[in-house]
């Protein structure tokens, strides 16, 4: 190490802390992502009003995390289901650190590597359809877009459609049961499906789970991988 090194600015680290939080904040900063911090306000994240909001009806923390979310949508329940895969404490995940330079435009920083704590998630996650109940939200998530209903329903019940899971910020404590998260899902290409992203926020303390876009241009994405659209079009 050289005499000045301990005065260059760190690289935040990636991943969780022994403590379980993810995404720390460089000291004396404040989270500004919009809701209250969900490390470390759990009884103030809440959903915005534009949201769409979820109650957990049911919650296993063993070898996965399962997780049935529903909701009332025009007198009829919607909902669907979460699978996340979780780490036997060997798992490991990696980042990498990307920075502007000028001319140069975006340059490769560093990369990370981290093992996953025992409990924690992975980057795997399954949206698993409720048949009817997931077509409601179908119907709900076209109507928010502003698109005309279609007669296309959700995926049959049961179905399962693979994704990968990013943890933004939030606290993990499978001991207590705690998972407060603030998080982004990713819908990778694959088979010809588009690429989409979307925000996915869990409040165990609260028990609601709520989604809201990231952008609009991944609305046609979302309602295709949730429905029989690539498969009928």
């Known amino acids: 190490m050289g005499l000045f090194d301990w005065l260059k600015p ?9 403590e379980g939080l993810y995404g720390e904040l460089p000291k004396g900063a404040r989270w500004t992502g919009g809701e209250a911090d969900p490390a470390g306000a759990p009884e103030d994240f809440a959903p915005g009003p534009e949201a769409y909001v979820f109650d957990i009806v049911e919650w296993r923390w063993d ?16 909902g669907f289901g979460l699978v996340l895969g979780l780490s036997d404490g060997g798992n490991t995940n990696a980042a990498e650190v990307w920075e502007h330079k ?8 560093e990369s990370q590597e981290w ?6 998630p992975t980057s795997e996650l399954a949206l698993v359809s409720h048949g009817e109940r997931t077509t ?10 502003g698109y005309e209903p279609l007669a296309h329903p959700a995926l049959p ?15 993990v404590v ?12 990713v819908f990778p290409v694959k088979d010809g499906w588009p690429y989409g992203e979307f925000f996915l926020n869990v409040n165990s303390v609260r028990k609601q789970l709520w989604v809201s876009e990231k952008s609009n241009e991944y609305r046609i994405a979302i309602l295709t991988h949730i429905s029989h659209m690539s498969e009928t079009a």
């Open 10 to 18: 760190k690289t935040r680290k990636l991943g969780p802390t022994l």
């Open 63 to 78: 070898e996965q995390l399962w997780i049935h979310a529903t909701t009332s949508s025009g007198g009829n329940l919607a």
């Open 102 to 109: 000028g001319s140069r435009g975006l340059v490769l920083k």
């Open 115 to 120: 093992t996953i704590p025992r409990g924690h």
């Open 136 to 145: 409601e939200m179908l119907r709900k998530l076209e109507q928010c877009f």
């Open 157 to 171: 019940e049961n179905t399962a459609v693979m994704c990968e899971l990013i943890i933004l910020r939030g606290l």
């Open 174 to 185: 499978p001991d207590e049961g705690r998972f407060t998260a603030r998080m982004k899902v």
